[in-house]
């Protein structure tokens, strides 16, 4: 579904339905989000439904959750940029990718459509159109993972579209075995969050990456250095379908000393 209002995005969202049977149910849900956006109620609206033959599936697993609280952004970027080095990224890749989605990482200044893809030794920035960028797409939870999110996050205080859908879309970005790393944050002025996200250690949560009002954000994909083929990674990230089928831990939040 992708929907505007006065000719401006307002809203984007896709799900991997798994029964025929469901789909009338999905799209209805898809026209109440475009209808009811906080923003305001869309003028267009677009659905657009495929049909994605079983042997071309993937299922997989979501990463684990975990949260840091730290006090400020400026020491939520100092802990990305540990946890991105923990994860195998140089330091150096690590400080421009940051310095990137801070300025505004497309041409202009303003945020990409999509993601960076990023050399994690050199810091080389690797996709071709820095404009549209990398396009995560086709990716889901099955329906009974997506009820015990929902259930396990509401514990914690973090039942919403964000999580989920930066969840969902991060396990399979790091589900690729050419990717080192993730580096998000919203480009919502009022969302101030934003993760690390690998496979090793999972998702990262950090509450607070940006100031208050900012409208850049974005993605920065860290690439294994010497991975030939980018062209098969950039596939595997827009059109192979991933179906979600097993939930990971979703730890509390712990407050971040400072410490690193
Ligand atoms: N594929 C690649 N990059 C994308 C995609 C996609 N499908 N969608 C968005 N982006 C890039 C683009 O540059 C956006 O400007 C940027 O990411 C941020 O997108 O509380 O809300 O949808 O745990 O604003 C993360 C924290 C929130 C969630 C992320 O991203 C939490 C968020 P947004
Ligand atoms: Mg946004």
Redesign the pocket.
């Known amino acids: 579904m992708h929907a505007s209002l006065d000719g401006q995005h307002l809203s984007g969202a896709e799900r991997l339905v798994e029964h025929f049977d469901s789909v009338e149910d999905e799209l209805i849900c898809m026209l109440h989000r475009a209808l009811q956006h906080p923003r305001g109620s869309a003028d267009r609206i677009s659905l657009q439904v495929d049909e994605i033959p079983c042997e071309e599936k993937l299922t997989g697993n979501l990463l684990d959750f975990s949260g840091y609280l730290v006090g400020n952004w400026e020491q939520g970027r100092i802990l990305a940029c540990h946890l991105l080095t923990e994860a195998g990224v140089s330091l150096g890749a690590a400080s421009c990718s940051l310095e990137y989605l801070a300025n505004g990482a497309a041409p202009g200044g303003s945020?990409?459509?999509?993601?960076m893809l990023v050399d994690a030794q050199s810091g080389e920035r690797l996709e071709k159109d820095q404009t549209r960028?990398?396009?995560?797409?086709r990716m889901d939870v099955t329906k009974v993972v997506r009820e015990q999110l929902h259930r396990c996050l509401a514990e914690h205080g973090?039942d919403n579209s964000?999580?989920i859908e930066?969840l969902i879309?991060a396990s399979k970005v790091v589900s690729a075995p050419e990717i080192v790393a993730e580096l998000?944050?919203?480009?919502?002025p009022d969302?101030q969050?934003?993760?690390v996200a690998s496979s090793a250690s999972g998702y990262q949560?950090i509450n607070l990456l940006k100031p208050l009002g900012e409208e850049r954000?974005?993605?920065a994909f860290f690439v294994r250095p010497g991975s030939a083929d980018l062209a098969g990674l950039i596939q595997y990230l827009e059109k192979t379908p991933l179906l979600i089928d097993r939930i990971g831990k979703i730890d509390r939040g712990i407050t971040w000393s400072g410490q690193v």
Not at 111 to 115: E, I, K, N, Q, T
Not at 184 to 188: F, I, K, Y
């Open positions: 945020s990409m459509r999509g993601a960028g990398v396009r995560v797409s973090l964000h999580v930066a879309l998000c944050w919203s480009d919502d969302y969050a934003g993760y949560r954000g974005g993605r």
